[in-house]
């Protein structure tokens, strides 16, 4: 994980190194300076001199410790940037069915908390470890070089913060987990909530959802209070260690001092060298509860890493030559799915072949599996092997973005970006052009529309799109669908929410639209399926009628049913 | 953009945002005196170990450098000093247990105050209009409740706390000093001006590094929401990878905000050493003529040198806290600016509250406008009596909906009013305003949960019969029987698992079930099949009964039952009467007719 970073964590670790041997030299300097003023005749000017050095050292060590801290909790914010682009691009390529099983707050989450748990393990965590690993063989063997005797009284608060250690690490871990689950619950109810503002408006549930919130808020309270309070533990115990070091140093050395058996520059100097272990110390406790926390949250992101996009080209996948006709070819031969915990097929052997240029419609009730057909041509839902056929290579067998380059699809819910209009028409395009993206949205009738807009095709749509109608918004989905010109047109019930005159129009507009591309269709207005070549009716997963619009009407089946209730309906209207 | 700006401008308020901190404590200000009487007796302890340690340096330093002492003499002096030892372990250990106790008591007075404001900020961005939810992305509005409160909270337990219980420290090791040689204290004490402007000039750096910081991060978090929730769109058009490079523009972005705060810190602590070593040049200079003449002993120098690392211990604490803190009260710039913002759209003190309204609908000369200087519905003026049933019908863009939206207050109207049962709907509960008017919306959200949460969320206390039957009338039994556990099914996240059409018909399901005076179908009807369509018609006709119906219809075979036809054309309102009426007048609606015959 770490190798691309290892020019950074190299020189990093250089000036670590540097760091501590400038540092060594300090009590020695500091000694000298003070061993200059004891005996009867104190030299001033030397202790000045030798003062003065040990002033320059330590901007020597200053200069390195900035170093160090630039390379390497800076290649540690690299590292971060790095995993969340990782972490997103193995998000965008997880299949629909993936990412809807994930809740959006907890994916959330782990690109925001559990990234930075592990950055800080990894980087001011590593450094602070490479910090004391440096120091403690200088300043011990200096010590004991001084004063065995008071090298051991100062190493026992040592050995007993590691006894602590070991004691608060399990400890640590298991509360940290539960806090960053707990916060992740936290994230994902203010998403849901947030998302579905308009529900919660409607049925003025902000009461409840705000006890909802306050309900989580108080889990992760108790998880976080769970964690503060083994930490609150380790802290006050660095510090007693800490002044009992200190005090041991006093009283031992005071003794060894009056003994004649150490000077005081001598006694100073060591003082310096036990004090320089005291930040290592500490920060061996913050690397503990770092590198737990990382732990924990490197498994969060591990989670989504190693879980390989179940829609994927298989390796070595090559683009299908084009056919030789030049039109695209749809073909689905006994089609079968079924939703994970559905009690039955959505799909249940449907098979149909759409010949290039030519329009297929599919219609039916609410549920019955024409979404789900539809959504398994361009592999958005991955159909089992041998089933779907585009222009004769089963799907599978196309590389991905091969496959999907060759269809427009509009779909049911019509996404639209917080982008500019101009962008979102063109999005399936490497290069938007201006032109191009004029042309489709001229072809889906939407042009004079956006062209009323305040910055035209420049103008940014909030979140949602919510600043255009529903019918607009399915017109631009539909300009975004030809943008790229696409063989393949695919149709998830364009007309879902428009008014008369303008599912008028894009019938009327949907005829030049489709000439010359394969097109499915999924309606359940009779009119927009007439403009096919052939129909399919669906009823519970399974065709249950087909054949061309204009046999179908002459017969007394399903589509003739709903095509004269249709009618019908709009007669009685112009009655 | 358009979106509201997230840019932080006014200098850095301290001292009102702590206060505004603190405040927040008062509900647990019993844990908070617990946390600082703790800390009291903690600064007492520390005073006496210092006083005890100040004893210990003159009792047995002085004397052990001084050489010219009898190690009698000494051996009675170190007596003397053993009976302290006990003292010393007693005072150390009681400092530890009381630290324990002070973070135990501070933490939880941090967590629950964090608890608290989040709870408060998650319904104070509840009672942000529509329009605010128009101009700020979920994922921004997440990472304040979420993100920018932890952030905050880092002030109680890490911050406040040890600040105070440094100063108090640092006062006392001054008197100590000033006490044992004032001159050489001053000299000292030089190194404290320069102190104070390196840690003032990190303190600006820092807080502008740290803002930069949370604007960025939450920008990233939005950029990553919608591409979660737009994945396939996404990967329908093959956007993957361009995608991923706005992503990883954006996360590049929060990256150098990152290592400006990196290049602050990097500069802070060599800068703290290099001070506090030149205090050390100090003291031995200085120090050194003393002795050089008489004035100064060498245990006093000692004295010096040990109490300067508990002087300099500290101001470097401090100095952290502060810069760290830059971070928390950058995040408590935005959680305040957003929990400042009044709700556009309030619920009057003691507003109407009726048991159950008659029902009656006016707009008089309603302007309303989602953009300034593009109003979406102008000078509007009808009546709808109670148990009417009225369509407003138009072409995409009429402004159908955003009438449908007003009569619920989701936005209120620029000008004329908007009026239930003769009284203004400003001046109605806004929860009992909306409990009586149900709105059936264009796009249906359905929370991750089973259905039969999602259709209680009316009304809580709808019973399990009320809803079958609810879901019954409007045909939404059969989508129930088909799927795996009925009502109990679980739905994924926006109901994702479930086709739009399905969603209409559990959100009629469950406008059904809250028995509404006003009911609003903002063009309920429009993704679902036409046999399913029939279905929810006979169930509207029963339902209408007793009630004011709105229904916004887009397909002129929608709108049969009603009573009477409003037609939208460019937000006015242009035409109203019956379908005969309005069938022989040859207007718009006319036209619209015609259009929809020939389709």
């Not at chain 1, 809807?100 to 748990?117: C, P, Q, Y």
């Not at chain 1, 003739?560 to 009618?567: D, E, F, G, S």
């Not at chain 2, 928390?328 to 305040?336: G, L, P, Y």
């Not at chain 2, 009320?466 to 409007?474: G, R």
């Amino acid at each position: 994980m770490l190798r691309p970073y290892r020019v950074p964590i190299a020189i990093g670790t250089f000036s670590i190194l540097a760091t501590q041997a400038a540092q060594a030299w300090l009590p020695m300097l500091f000694r000298n300076a003070v061993a200059a003023l004891e005996g009867p005749r104190p030299d001033t000017d030397l202790a000045l001199g030798w003062s003065l050095v040990f002033l320059l050292v330590t901007a020597i060590r200053g200069a390195f410790q900035w170093t160090m801290r630039r390379t390497i909790v800076g290649a540690s914010r690299d590292l971060e940037r790095d995993l969340r682009d990782t972490l997103f691009d193995r998000v965008v390529r997880q299949s629909p069915a993936w990412v809807s099983r994930h809740h959006t707050g907890d994916l959330m989450s782990r690109f925001t908390s559990d990234v930075e748990a592990v950055r800080m393990s990894v980087g001011p965590g590593l450094m602070y470890l490479a910090n004391t690993v440096a120091v403690l063989p200088w300043a011990i063997g200096m010590m004991v070089a001084m004063s065995p005797v008071l090298a051991a009284m100062n190493l026992v608060p040592l050995a007993l913060l590691a006894a602590g250690t070991r004691w608060v690490s399990p400890r640590l871990h298991a509360a940290s987990t539960d806090a960053q689950e707990a916060q992740a619950a936290l994230s994902t109810k203010a998403q849901e909530s947030f998302a579905g503002v308009r529900v919660v408006k409607s049925f003025a549930r902000e009461e409840a959802e705000s006890a909802q919130f306050r309900e989580r808020a108080g889990r992760a309270l108790d998880a976080a209070i769970r964690t503060a309070d083994t930490q609150s533990v380790f802290y006050p115990l660095v510090g007693l260690l800490k002044w009992l070091g200190f005090v041991l140093t006093v009283f031992v050395g005071g003794r060894m001092m009056a003994r004649g058996e150490m000077t005081l520059a001598t006694f100073l100097a060591f003082h310096m060298y036990a004090t320089m272990l005291l930040w290592p110390m500490i920060s061996l406790g913050w690397v503990l509860a770092m590198w737990e926390r990382g732990k924990v949250a490197m498994g969060r992101i591990a989670a989504v890493l190693e879980s390989e996009p179940s829609i994927a080209s298989k390796p070595g996948a090559s683009r299908p030559p084009a056919p030789a006709a030049g039109g695209a070819s749809i073909e689905v031969r006994n089609l079968v799915v079924r939703h994970e915990g559905a009690a039955r097929n959505a799909v249940d052997g449907v098979s149909f072949s759409v010949p290039p240029g030519r329009t297929l419609a599919i219609t039916g009730a609410t549920g019955s599996g024409k979404s789900t057909v539809l959504a398994t041509i361009p592999r958005l839902a991955d159909p089992p092997p041998g089933t779907v056929f585009v222009d004769g290579t089963p799907v599978e067998d196309w590389p991905l973005d091969a496959l999907r380059a060759r269809m427009g699809f509009v779909p049911q819910d019509t996404f639209l970006f917080s982008e500019t209009v101009g962008e979102n028409i063109g999005l399936g395009l490497a290069e938007p052009s201006p032109e191009r993206v004029r042309a489709a949205a001229a072809a889906a009738r939407i042009d004079a529309e956006i062209a009323a807009l305040p910055q035209a095709y420049a103008t940014l749509l909030g979140e949602r799109g919510v600043n255009l109608s529903g019918g607009q918004r399915q017109r631009t989905a539909i300009a975004r669908a030809l943008v790229r010109d696409p063989a393949i047109l695919l149709l998830d019930d364009c007309l879902s929410a428009v008014d008369a005159r303008t599912e008028a129009e894009i019938l009327a507009n949907l005829r030049d639209v489709i000439r010359g591309r394969t097109t499915i269709l999924v309606t359940h207005r009779a009119a927009a399926a007439k403009l096919a070549d052939e129909v399919v009716v669906m009823d519970e997963g399974r065709i249950v009628e087909r054949g061309a619009p204009a046999a179908l009407l002459a017969g007394d089946g399903p589509f003739a049913r709903l095509a004269r209730r249709q009618t019908l309906e709009d007669r009685l209207e112009a009655a | 953009m358009s979106r509201d700006s997230d840019r932080m401008t006014g200098k850095a308020f301290d001292l009102a945002l702590v206060r505004r901190i603190v405040e927040l404590v008062r509900p647990y200000r019993g844990l908070f005196a617990a946390a600082v009487a703790a800390m009291l007796v903690l600064v007492v302890a520390r005073l006496l170990s210092v006083e005890v340690l100040k004893r210990l340096v003159d009792g047995v330093l002085g004397p052990a450098i001084t050489s010219g002492r009898a190690v009698d003499a000494l051996r009675e002096a170190y007596s003397g000093i053993a009976a302290h030892a006990a003292v010393i372990g007693g005072l150390l250990l009681g400092s530890a247990a009381l630290q324990v106790l002070q973070m135990r008591c501070m933490h939880r007075v941090a967590q629950r105050a964090m608890r608290d404001l989040r709870a408060r900020l998650f319904a104070h961005v509840h009672s942000q209009p529509l329009r605010f939810f128009d101009r700020n992305p979920v994922g921004r509005l997440v990472t304040r409740v979420v993100g920018d409160v932890d952030a905050m909270a880092e002030v109680l337990t890490s911050g406040l706390d040890t600040i105070c219980v440094d100063l108090f420290q640092l006062v006392l090791i001054v008197g100590w000093l000033l006490w044992v040689d004032w001159k050489l204290t001053l000299v000292v004490m030089a190194v404290l001006p320069p102190l104070w402007i390196v840690s003032k000039l990190f303190r600006d750096h820092s807080r502008r590094a740290f803002r930069e910081v949370r604007e960025k991060v939450a920008q990233l978090n939005s950029t990553l929401q919608e591409s979660v929730q737009g994945i396939r769109v996404l990967q329908a058009f093959g956007r993957e990878r361009k995608a991923a490079e706005r992503f990883r523009r954006e996360d590049r972005e929060l990256r150098d905000a990152h290592l400006s705060t990196v290049r602050s810190f990097a500069l802070l602590f060599p800068a703290m050493d290099i001070l506090s070593s030149a205090a050390r040049v100090l003291l031995l200079w200085w120090g050194g003529r003393e002795i050089a003449g008489d004035r100064l002993t060498h245990g006093e120098l000692v004295q010096f040198v040990l109490a300067m690392e508990l002087f300099f211990e500290p101001i470097r604490d401090i100095s952290e806290s502060f810069t760290t803190m830059q971070s928390s009260m950058a995040a408590a710039e935005r959680v305040f600016s957003l929990l400042d913002r009044r709700p556009e759209i309030e619920s009057p003190a003691g507003g109407l509250r009726p048991a159950r309204l008659r029902g009656e609908v006016e707009f008089r000369g309603v302007t309303f406008a989602y953009e300034e200087g593009r109003p979406a519905v102008r000078g509007v003026s009808f009546r709808v009596a109670p148990g009417e049933t009225v369509a407003l019908v138009g072409a995409t863009g009429a402004g159908k909906t955003t009438v449908a939206s007003l009569v619920t207050r989701l936005y209120d109207a620029d000008e004329g009013a908007v009026l239930v049962d003769g009284e203004d709907v400003r001046r109605f509960d806004l929860a009992a305003l909306r409990g009586g008017v149900t709105v059936v919306p264009q796009e249906v959200f359905l929370f991750a949960g089973t259905i039969e949460e999602n259709l209680r969320i009316g009304d809580p206390r709808l019973t399990r019969e009320k809803l079958l039957a609810a879901c019954a009338a409007v045909g939404a039994d059969r989508l129930l029987s088909r799927l795996p556990d009925g009502i109990d099914t679980v739905v994924a996240e926006r109901g994702a698992s479930l086709s739009t059409g399905e969603r209409q018909l559990l959100a009629m399901a469950r406008a059904l079930a809250q028995d509404p005076a006003v009911l609003v179908l903002d063009e309920a009807t429009s993704s679902v099949d036409s046999e399913t369509e029939a279905l929810v018609q006979a169930a509207i006709a029963t339902l209408q009964k007793g009630r004011t119906t709105l229904i916004v219809a887009h397909r002129l075979s929608t709108i049969r039952a009603a009573d009477r036809i409003l037609v939208f054309h460019h937000g006015e309102l242009r035409e109203q009467g019956t379908h005969a009426e309005l069938a022989a007048a040859d207007g718009i609606y006319a036209t619209l007719h015609r259009l929809q015959a020939a389709a």
